[in-house]
């Protein structure tokens, strides 16, 4: 079974540029989540998708931030314009919905965003 | 404000001894916890659980024990192996999957052969 693809895996842009991530669930994956990691911490939730709607993006910037999943499959995630502190690594997980109960989250190898 | 902490943020090993990776919680709405194992230019992924209706929950080399008075878990590796040099995320939620996965800074093992 084919994992959680992202592309581009790597990234760099210039402050007040704009970039686009992609993400490609697991099949069959109802649940999709994008995440922030910056270097040194853990993963940090931007947005959890079910289907092609939103569940929380209560920590996602909505000054800078976006992202859709217009036919509830693959995603993408944008910032515009980037700023210095968006440099971190952008991870997609997936996860087939639990009725009431926590589902397992398959990640993708993220894309590693520099902002120079 | 951190509601899981990993303080360690890094441990070497000796290959064949025990490596202990520990991690406290704060928020007491967590009942699940979760420890992901991540490689270099990898995603996370998961490697072992525990609801705080247990206290212990065992999988092959890895263990998990709950200490839910404390909000203390950890995780034991027996015997360590030089392929278990990552870094460890330890992710709290919880059982109704209504609260976002909240992850630890990680902990970086190095295990030594």
């Known amino acids: 079974e084919a994992g959680v693809a992202q592309s581009p895996r790597y990234k760099i842009i210039e402050k007040r540029q704009s970039v686009a991530f992609w993400c490609n669930p697991i099949?069959?994956?109802?649940?999709l989540y994008w995440y922030q990691q910056i270097l040194g911490q853990g993963p940090k939730l931007l947005i959890q998708?079910?289907?092609?709607?939103?569940?929380?993006d209560s920590q996602l910037p909505k000054d800078r931030f976006s992202a859709e999943r217009l036919k509830g499959v693959d995603s993408t995630l944008k910032i515009q314009p980037a700023k210095l502190e968006d440099s971190a690594v952008y991870l997609c997980?997936?996860?087939?919905?639990?009725?009431?109960?926590?589902?397992?989250?398959?990640f993708g190898p993220g894309t590693r965003l520099t902002v120079l | 404000d951190q509601q899981v902490k990993q303080n360690s943020p890094s441990l070497s090993v000796q290959e064949g001894r025990i490596s202990i990776l520990n991690c406290d919680y704060t928020n007491s709405m967590f009942d699940y916890f979760l420890w992901y194992k991540k490689y270099p230019a990898e995603g996370p992924t998961f490697l072992i659980s525990?609801?705080?209706?247990?206290d212990k929950n065992e999988d092959g080399r890895f263990t998990v024990f709950l200490n839910k008075s404390a909000k203390h878990l950890s995780l034991h590796i027996v015997p360590s192996q030089p392929g278990d040099s990552a870094v460890y995320f330890c992710a709290a939620s919880d059982l109704s999957g209504n609260t976002p996965l909240v992850f630890g800074k990680g902990t970086r093992l190095s295990v030594i052969a």
């Open positions: 998708f079910q289907n092609n709607g939103v569940v929380d």
């Open positions: 525990i609801s705080s209706i247990k």
């Open positions: 997980a997936s996860s087939f919905p639990a009725r009431a109960a926590f589902s397992e989250q398959f």
């Open positions: 099949s069959g994956h109802a649940t």
